[in-house]
């Protein structure tokens, strides 16, 4: 492991998810030490979308946007908020230089798949509609997003092909949570790495899918065609169970013919691109927004 990264780990509990609640105060107060970002070149406003039901978003505009990212939290389908997320989405925004929407989405277990799915595809939608607005060209919409929120994206990539929804540029997956099978060699050998241990995972799918049997659009990785879908960033951590299934993506978007870029993050573990002060965190959440700034540039 990064040594600088080790010194952070014990303000990373290893709390599991049984209890959601708890669950969801631990993540809050780890966001709330997280430094506060810089948002004086940024415009943030609180929005509702129009959807059944509504769906709250956070609007961050930098000067000068041409493009746009719907943002999608981590979290496990259970964790985080608009509020949680604000640390990395002012960033992400002001690095980016791009309008970006954080989705606040519904979790489970209270609303299980495909609840969460159906928020995130709403927030596409009101981008798109909303585009002049914005003051943003719809042909530069990317989704985005980390872990869960990163397996949220690519479903709403597999779903706006396959229902003819708005144009999506570019897809961004920071270390994705995208096959509930947990099969992997990552997923059966790292079952107790920082953060993020197999039982949180197996957890967490529980907790997302319920009874409901697991489809592609729940975990994109079970999709058996890949084609036609947006160009794609791939970012996975070493020391995470989820890094396999990340990687096992990026190749197989590759092989349907779909530009994809992957970078595996030697010596990091999942979510450690939060510690801000490490520079290999730093590196990392400089990519993300050079990425984007990139795919959504002319």
Known sequence: MDPELEAFLPLFPKADLSDPAAAREGLARL???APAPDTTGL????RTVA????VAVRIYRPRRAQGAVVWLHGGGFVMGDLDTEHPWAARVADGSGAVLI??????APEHRFPAALDDACAALAWTAEHAAELGIDPDRIAVAGHSAGAGLAAAVALRARDEQGPPIRFQLLNQPQLDDRQETWSARHFTDTPWLTRGKVTASWGHYLGATPASPYA???RAADLSGLPPAYIATAELCP?????IDYA???LQAGVPAELHQWPGTFHGSQ????????QRQLTELTTTLRRALAE
């Open 219 to 221: 975990a994109p990785a």
């Open 242 to 246: 989820n890094r396999d299934e990340g």
């Open 251 to 253: 190749l197989r978007l």
């Open 31 to 33: 966001a709330m030490s």
């Open 102 to 107: 954080s989705v606040g989405y519904r979790r």
């Open 274 to 281: 939060a510690i801000l002060s490490a520079e290999i965190s």
């Open 51 to 54: 959807a059944d039901p509504e």
């Open 43 to 46: 415009e943030i406003e609180d």
